[in-house]
């Protein structure tokens, strides 16, 4: 499957990749709605997004989740009722929601965050199992 | 998807409308249907219903109120069925907030009852433009009620083709009524069954559409025989459909505050379920266990509170049965998820004997009501009779405590197999106790009588069968005609009054005080436990105005709920119901405001009662079974206990008494300990001693209202 990897020594906390994911989905610069969030501090910085794990899956009441041909966990807009489940069942915390937004958002392993990134601390794999989380 | 259906449906009345939009929880508009003459309007929601009533139990209870008369019987034309869910139904964001309430006069008890229930029959009413639903009149011939949102038409149809039984029609229905896949989503059904054609305590079914086994499952309102009602009025199903349901259907007036409570609440349960409850795996077939260790499990009728079989039927077994890893919540984003099923469960008798069926549950009433109370102890049969009952439209709990009263009186020799038609009615006989059932579905034999209830048949078992009145009215377990819910009383006395003194009937979900008066000791005064019957039956009502589910409130706790001033409150999850009433309506209110909004409906409610004839101080009387040992056997089965309290509690000196004698000592402190109770209980709801809300006190409330009044003054 297809996912995002995280170099945290490389990172220089300087949120591009933020700026760039919430642009992208959104057309706006929001780092509440950004699917990826830096965090910790500049000298320890770590990286949440998702890790296409999949456990939101099976606890979806509308089967609006499922797993992609690229094996990316997606969300279909049409059948999701916005209940928010997946948010707190995310062992990672990784689906978020905004009061703007109808329905939650989590990384889609697009790749735009990584080639935004100017120290490549971020980039696309494809890996058997999910990575552990923020790696 | 199945294939379609075809039926032969003829269009008896037909009404256009334009849905109205929901607004801050509501869409302003109530439909009224009368079955009998056709008429079918848009009524106004006034700001009287909303400022006093608030949805829910309230609208419904309002609307009963203005549809019938002083004399109003269950069966009469003008006796009506409301179904609302309340401003906070239909939210997705927060666990438990799709249940709809049903109102009705009783067969029963033949006064209101307030039944509630899951499924997305109340909040896809409500997005199909109404905030509730009435119906009125009986129908000449078998009729179904089609609310169709997107098309802006309701109708009254003949479909002679449509199946009676649950599990027939719902399915039926959809796949006839959804035009494309999606439209099974946003289409639900409310049936009966046969079974509730022809006894008192029949349910309604409320379907939900469950995406992952991809079929319709039901949701039961169980209390007071609503089913019988709606099956007399001749009405075979309702149908709602909506516009597809999102996370802004109900408009909130502000969802992130919604939102960040709704998902807090799913974190919550996402950690601590699998440490406390594991609602996510068994539901509340949890609770058998822990009953039963406290001695508080429904044996045998009520005579004792544990059995060394009940392991045959406790949470485990049940996790073992049920599917696990499904979304299992009866409305969206409940991550409580209780309502689980067994899958592919194959029926061993009846009319379907050896289907594939889904069986939607059995939750714990149902264990304990039709199991451990009739001292049946194996699975297979308490999923056919939960089964059966749902499909035959009978509330399970009726059932269980009834059919115990029945297996008492046919060890009591009350009843011999001549009485019975051949059924050897004795504890623990599952085969028996399902043929009963499928005899009232059929309305033969025995069943005919058993049908009627608790309360009846002791009239029957009297004036027919020659037995002591006294003697059943002691062990059958019934209040104002409803039959007790599942939990054992005797050494809780606010738990008594829990099921006495209820609006509709011994029921639960006013107030569980068991641990806190019982294990606890937190309720040692009269005082105390007056304080406890006023809150808990004010806060627990509440969620009944609003649409919501109470489990998600104290199934779940959080980590420090212990550290705080009030654990037995949830005071953290108290705070969720005021943000998000304030989120969902744009009022902003505190846990106070709650409790009076409530407080205000439920005595409403209990003038109701009085105005039909049965809400006064006589008729909060218990029978003896729930409050002490009525026989011998029972006092000897723990009589280190009852010795004790005579002791300590009586100033009685056991010794030398025959066992006669201390069974009378006892119950005659008992039964003035619950008269002193009903006092300090009324004065703290500030009633008079004969159980009358005062006028002053309806005036607080902002429900004196000159026909209200008038009810109380006859009585003070």
Known sequence: ????????????????????????????????????????????????????????????????????????????????????????????????????????????????????????ALEMVEVEEPLPFGQ | MAERVETNRRVLAEFSYDPAETERGYTGETLYVNVGDGTIEARPVTDVMKEQFIGGRGFGLYRLWYGVEDDTKWDDPENEIVISSGPCGGITQYPGSGKSIVVSISPLTEIPVDSNVGGHFGPLLKFAGWDALELQGKAEKDVIVIIDGPAGTVTIEEAPDVPVDTHLVGHWLIEELAETEDDRYYTSVVAAGTGAENSRFGCLNFSFYDRHREAPRFKQAGRGGIGTVFRDKRIKALVVKSDPVRGDSNAPADRKRISEIGSKLHREIYKYDDEQNQMRKGGTSYLVSIMNDYDLLPVHNFRYGRHSEAHKIDGDVWQDQFTQGIPDGCWYGCTMACSHAVDKYELRTGPYKGDHVIVDGPEYETIAGVGSNCGIFEPWAIMEINFYCDTYGLDTISFGTGMAFVMECYEAGVLDKEKTGGLELTFGNAEAAIEVLHQVSRNEGFGKIFAQGSHRMKDIFVEEFGADRAFLEDIAMEAKGMEYSEYVTKESLAQ???????????QHDEAWLIFMDQISNLLPTFEDKAEAL??????????????????????????????????????????????????????????????????????????????????????????????????????????????????????????????????????????????KLMDAVYERRGWTRNGVPRPEKLERLGIDFPDVVAVVEEHL
């Open chain 1, 1 to 120: 499957m297809r996912v995002l990897s995280y170099d945290a020594e490389r990172c220089v906390v300087c949120r591009s990749c933020e700026e760039a994911c919430s642009n992208t989905f959104f057309r706006e610069v929001d780092a509440e709605k950004s699917k990826i969030r830096i965090r910790g501090s500049e000298d320890a910085p770590r990286a949440e997004f998702c890790n296409q794990c999949g456990e939101c899956i099976d606890v979806c009441p509308t089967v609006a989740l499922y797993r992609d041909k690229r094996g990316v966990v997606r969300l279909r807009r049409e059948l999701c009722v916005g209940c928010l489940s997946c948010v707190g069942f995310c062992p990672y915390a990784v689906m978020f929601w905004h009061a703007d937004e109808s329905v939650p958002f989590k990384c889609v392993a697009c790749g735009v965050c990584a080639r935004e990134c100017p120290e490549e």
């Open chain 2, 496 to 506: 008594q009054g829990g099921y006495g003194l209820t609006n509709k009937g011994p």
């Open chain 2, 534 to 675: 006023h809150f808990f039956p004010m806060f627990r009502t509440w969620f009944g105005l609003c649409g919501f589910c109470k489990l998600p409130w104290n199934d779940v706790v959080p980590p420090d709920n212990a550290e705080t001033d009030e654990p037995q409150k949830i005071p953290a999850h108290v705070q969720n119901y005021v943000e998000i009433f304030a989120g969902v309506t744009g009022q902003d209110v505190t846990e106070d405001d709650l409790v009076e909004q409530s407080e205000t409906v439920y005595n409403f409610q209990r003038v109701f009662n009085i105005r039909l004839g049965k809400g006064l101080r006589e008729h909060d009387a218990i029978p003896y079974r729930s409050a002490g040992p009525v026989t011998v056997e029972e006092y000897e089965s723990r009589a280190e206990r009852y010795d004790k309290q005579l002791r300590e509690d009586v100033g009685l000196n056991p010794e030398g008494m025959t066992t006669e004698e201390k069974v009378g000592a006892l119950r005659e402190h008992r039964e003035e300990q619950y008269e």
